[in-house]
Structures are given as structure tokens and as C-alpha cells.
């Protein structure tokens, strides 16, 4: 087990889709422990394997300090199949943009479809914070980010914004 060092964006691996895990074996709970414990670290709520460098379809999130008790879960190749009309916007942000925060809108409710780290199928159904979490999660696993979903103008601010972290952190 170890913490592994968060990839930040700039990073290639984050604009890469990634691919389905085919073999449920050693390396796979490898793979999630050091998500749970970097994520731990970080004091995140999700953490997609991208973010460590690992190009895979898993996700890990742990919701339970926000009182939704059954929100501790790893997910392997997780996949939408079918979210509310409904949507809501909150400020998001993230472990690998760290100082950047942008009111995002997200589906309200999602069903997803997974595997469990044994290679079990899953279902689910999320609203709220969970639901924007598996959904934000579920970005990383095609390479998107969360500011790519803003508008334009938006994107330019938050842009110009992250330049002047990335250079008083040189
Ligand atoms: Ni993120």
C-alpha cells in the first residue's frame, strides 16, 4: 500500500480515455487500496486511477463524512445508463486542479452500471453529491475535466487562473 503522487492537469494521462480492466487479480486491489489511501491522504471525496497515473477504467470515493453511509465504493468500469432530466449546479473541484473551483451542472440522479473489485456486477442509483461525485469521477475515465464543462469565458478565466497557481508554485 502507498499514497502515490496526484497527477496534476497539463499531465497527458488526463486527456486520455482509458482503457476496461480485464483481469480481476492482485494488481487490480493493488490499484484500489492506493487510491483509497491516496485519496485519504488528500483529503478528497473521489479519486478516479488516472489521477495516480493509471490509465484504467476505477474509481474509488468515500461519502460517509457526508453522512451517506453505503457512499464508500470502488467502482471497475462503471458506465451511466440513465440520468434524471433534472440537473443542479454546484462548485466543484478537484484533486488534480487543486486551487481551481467552478460551479458545474450535473445530471440530479444517475443509475450506473459496474463491476466490484471481484468482478461482480453492480447497480446503482445516486442523486445529490453522490451522484455528481460518480459523475465527476467518471469524467477522469475519458479524459474530461471539470473545465471543460463550463462555458467558454469561463474557461479562459479559469485557465488564466491556473497559470498564475502553476507559476507561484515554480
Ligand atoms: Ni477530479
New binding site residues.
Partial sequence: MAVRQIVVMGDPILRTATAEVDAFDRDLKMLVRDLFETMYHAE?I???AP?IGISRRVIVIDLRSEEQPEARLALINPSVVWASAESDKEP??????PGLEEVIKRSLAIRVEAVDIDGGRMELEAEGLFARVLQ??M??LDGI??VDRVSALKRRILMKKWKKIQAEED
Avoid at 466543484?92 to 486542479?97: P, R
Wanted: aromatic content about 6%; some cysteine.
Fill in positions: 478528497g473521489g479519486l478516479a489521477q466543484e473541484g478537484c484533486l488534480s486542479i465527476h469521477e469524467d477522469h475535466l471539470f
